[in-house]
Structure formats: structure tokens, C-alpha cells
């Protein structure tokens, strides 16, 4: 089974940081892209980031792309996510994928998915 686990939400300030974890089961990092989701109450899930793990190959939605920063630790079958100058409309629940066989931006292309962290950007 693979299982992912996410960590690291809570509660920032607007311009505040965040780091979220996503601690994966397998060999699912080795094989597969992973990538972040959110979903605010009431909206669609919706991409974030996501990193080739055999390969640095990393791609980001618009509004991620300046602020957050993806990686992984290979060793620790780990994935990041970095979250700088967070804002309200960032706040949703955030949602570690796994099992794309390419970096892909459709929630469709992941088989696997945690249980998501909260992150709420008060202002």
C-alpha cells in the first residue's frame, strides 16, 4: 500500500512562511512525480506544485510559482512544500499526491493522495 502523510499546517499571519511535509510509503517518490493540491471549502481541488523525483523537473500554478517552492528528499521519501508570503486566499487544505507518471496539473493523473494539512493565512 502506499500511504501519504501530510504535515506542517497550521495557523500565519498574511506575509507569513509555512513548510508543509508529505512523508510517502513505497517506492512511490522513485517511480512517479508527486505533486501539492488544495481545496478551499466549497471550491474545486485545485494544482499547486509538483517535482519529477527521478529528474529535477519541477512545475507551479500561476499563483505559486514566485511564492512557493517544491522539493523532495530522496533518502527520507520525503516531499516539501514552501510557502512564503502567504496570503488569506491561500488558506485551504492542502493535499500531497503521488503516483503520476508524468508532472502533470490534473488531480486525475494521481492515484494516490493523502489525508491533507490545514493552512489558514489570517489577516
Known amino acids: 500500500q502506499v500511504q501519504l502523510v501530510e504535515s506542517g499546517g497550521g495557523l500565519v499571519q498574511a506575509g507569513g512562511s509555512l513548510r508543509l511535509s508529505c512523508a510517502a510509503s513505497?517506492?512511490?517518490?522513485?517511480?512517479?512525480?508527486v505533486g501539492w493540491f488544495r481545496q478551499a471549502p466549497g471550491k474545486e481541488r485545485e494544482f499547486v506544485a509538483a517535482i519529477k523525483w527521478r529528474e529535477d523537473n519541477r512545475v507551479y500554478a500561476d499563483f505559486a510559482k514566485d511564492r512557493f517552492t517544491i522539493s523532495r528528499d530522496n533518502a527520507k521519501n520525503t516531499a516539501y512544500l514552501q510557502m512564503n508570503t502567504l496570503k488569506p486566499e491561500d488558506t485551504a487544505v492542502y493535499f500531497c499526491?503521488?503516483?503520476?507518471?508524468?508532472?502533470?496539473?490534473?488531480?486525475?493523473?494521481?492515484?494516490?493522495w493523502g489525508q491533507g494539512t490545514q493552512v489558514t493565512v489570517s489577516s
Open positions: 513505497g517506492r512511490t517518490f522513485s517511480n512517479y512525480a
Open positions: 499526491a503521488a503516483g503520476a507518471l508524468y508532472v502533470a496539473r490534473h488531480l486525475a493523473q494521481y492515484q494516490f
